[in-house]
């Protein structure tokens, strides 16, 4: 068994040195290409990359190939030359009932009047309200309020029932962009005013079906389909279901998603269906196929109204730049009915965590093609390719239907690269290895002091130390009761003579000892400097000595100074008592002289 694991062992060690450059290489991409991930993560949550990818969104949208007009449908435009021929401003009541009464004759399915006459305009407003009430295809529109008593919405027509009431009001992006519409809602409140009148589309205990919706359910029943809420409050047309937009789908971040909304799958930027306007009508210029069994909506296309919309196909365009608002209510009604007939998808979008698997995705393919190419035009070129690659499958997605992030992946690859160029440069040009060897060099000099310090302290707190401390107090008191006493007893000046030598030869031997300690640490500090100096000698010479690196010499320089005092101290107490002794014996010998 301790064969078999020694060669266990053998081959693990082999193995780990084989692939060692390999993990350290998968180790440096995962680290930059988590850090890039959860960067661009938390971007997007600030909503910094949301102009971004809504410019992709509608990008693509002009990518792609326009589809043919929807034959269900007919719009009855009323054009600037309509009412320069009638000579009518705002259309009268008259002739819309007219309008309606020729339509009708021509047996359509649902006739979708986007006209508001929430008040008489011109004569004819009793004929006008008994064709309303009476002819059960015609649906009208009101306008909801935003919640302000400045702006408390427009009735529906009078004589219209209200289950053949939709609202027309579109839900709007930055820079009124129409991406989105409504299908359903409740209005809000209109908060501190009750003296404003009240009506359907201002009242906050009803439920409103948008104009559009209205228009598609009459057609749908033709069909025997009709709508049902899913426990989840999904809306479901039949066996369809009709994709709820939330507010962080696709590109949005923290959208205002109230009500039930969809992302608007335009069919064409120019002609969503056949198109007319009212003086063929009322001249009996228009085909009846173009109307039977068909929906028809009837609404302004003229500037004079200001009812248009900037749309996703609006950039960059010097003419056509707007929609008429008829024209964006015929693109949602063939959304709905195309998805639930002919069976075209509707927007779908990934959960939050497919995203980032998708953009961490690639920034990895961005960090491993970027650790593996060092010619920069040969790398220049593959990111551009891999940009390239990176467009078109999210393009390829969206043909399918789906919108995923286009700008976040684009961006996780060209910084995961980036950085990992970077690194590597740094790496080359020393900057890493002078800055990791200037780091090693100041702990490794404050450790070398640490141990300077500790070694003082041992000799200063050590018994031999103490026990000298003694001595010299006890010298110190009997050098200050020998100036005190007088030179009258030469033995007990004599006998302290005597001691004096024994106790100097002990402060001298210690001296000796403590000096020699001090050499000897003094030249490992020397040995140590010589080597630090030899490791960061380009950087020592920019920046100098450290008051950390010349701190431990000074100490040592102390201590050999107060040991050079002491040795001079005793010397001149040695010198005095020796003259004292010398003064006492000449002055015994004087005596003896006399006697």
Not at 113 to 128: A, W
Not at 377 to 403: E, K, V
Request: proline share 5%.
């Amino acid at each position: 068994m301790s064969k078999i694991s020694k060669k266990i062992r053998s081959a693990a060690t082999q193995l780990s040195q084989m692939y060692k450059p390999s993990l350290a290489f998968a180790r440096s991409v995962l680290i930059a290409s988590a850090a890039v991930t959860l960067s661009l993560m938390g971007t997007r949550q600030l909503g910094i990359l949301e102009p971004i990818e809504l410019s992709a969104y509608d990008q693509m949208l002009r990518w792609r190939a326009d589809e043919k007009p929807d034959s269900r449908l007919l719009v009855v435009g009323i054009t600037e030359a309509d009412i320069q021929k009638l000579k009518q401003w705002p259309i009268s009541d008259r002739k819309i009932a007219e309008i309606l009464q020729k339509l009708e004759k021509m047996q359509p399915a649902v006739i979708g009047l986007d006209v508001l006459r929430d008040v008489p305009l011109g004569d004819g407003r009793e004929e006008l309200t008994k064709i309303l009430q009476k002819n059960d295809r015609i649906i009208g529109v009101c306008l909801v309020t935003d919640g302000s008593p400045d702006n408390p919405g427009s009735p529906p027509a009078p004589g219209l029932p209200e289950k053949r009431v939709g609202f027309a009001d579109f839900g709007v992006d930055a820079g009124g962009i129409l991406r989105r519409a409504l299908l359903f809602m409740k209005p809000p409140t209109i908060e501190g005013n009750s003296s404003v009148d009240k009506h359907l589309c201002n009242d906050n205990s009803q439920v409103l079906y948008s104009f559009n919706l209205q228009l598609a359910l009459r057609y749908l029943q033709r069909q025997k389909i009709s709508p049902q809420l899913a426990p989840d409050q999904s809306l479901w047309l039949g066996k369809t279901p009709l994709k709820q937009l939330e507010s962080n789908d696709g590109g949005y971040n923290n959208a205002d998603a109230r009500g039930y909304q969809i992302l608007i799958n335009y069919r064409s930027r120019l002609q969503v269906a056949n198109q007319v306007r009212i003086t063929d009508v009322l001249e009996g210029k228009v085909d009846p196929n173009l109307v039977k069994d068909k929906i028809v909506l009837i609404g302004y296309t003229t500037e004079t109204v200001k009812d248009f919309f900037y749309t996703p196909y609006s950039g960059r365009q010097q003419k056509n730049q707007f929609m008429p608002g008829i024209v964006a209510h015929a693109q949602v009604v063939s959304q709905i009915l195309s998805t639930v007939l002919d069976n075209r998808p509707m927007f779908w979008f990934w959960p939050e965590w497919a995203e980032i698997l998708w953009i961490s995705a690639w920034s990895i393919v961005g960090g491993t093609v970027a650790s593996r190419m060092a010619h920069p035009a040969q790398l220049a070129l593959t990111f551009a390719a891999m940009l390239c690659g990176c467009c078109a499958i999210g393009f390829g997605i969206f043909l399918l239907g789906g919108w995923v992030p286009v700008a976040a992946p684009a961006l996780a690859l060209i910084l995961t690269g980036g950085s990992i160029v970077s690194a590597e440069r740094f790496n080359k040009a020393g900057y890493a290895k002078a800055i990791s060897d200037r780091v090693k060099q100041v702990f490794k000099i404050e450790i070398d002091q640490a141990k300077k310090e500790q070694q003082v302290a041992e000799i200063t707190e050590s018994d031999f130390f103490k026990e000298l401390q003694q001595k010299k107090d006890k010298l110190r008191i009997s050098k200050k009761e020998t100036s005190e006493k007088a030179p009258s007893d030469p033995q007990e000046i004599t006998a302290d003579a005597a001691e004096l030598p024994q106790a100097e030869s002990q402060t001298h031997d210690y001296l000796t000892q403590l000096q020699e300690k001090a050499k000897q640490m003094q030249q490992r500090a020397s040995v140590t400097e010589s080597e630090s100096s030899s490791q960061t000698g380009a950087i020592d010479a920019r920046g100098g000595a450290s008051s950390a690196e010349t701190k431990p010499d000074d100490e040592f320089s102390d201590l050999q100074a107060k040991a050079k005092q002491m040795r001079q101290r005793r010397g001149a107490q040695k010198s005095i008592k020796d003259e004292k002794i010398d003064s006492l014996t000449d002055k015994e010998d004087l005596g003896g002289k006399e006697e």
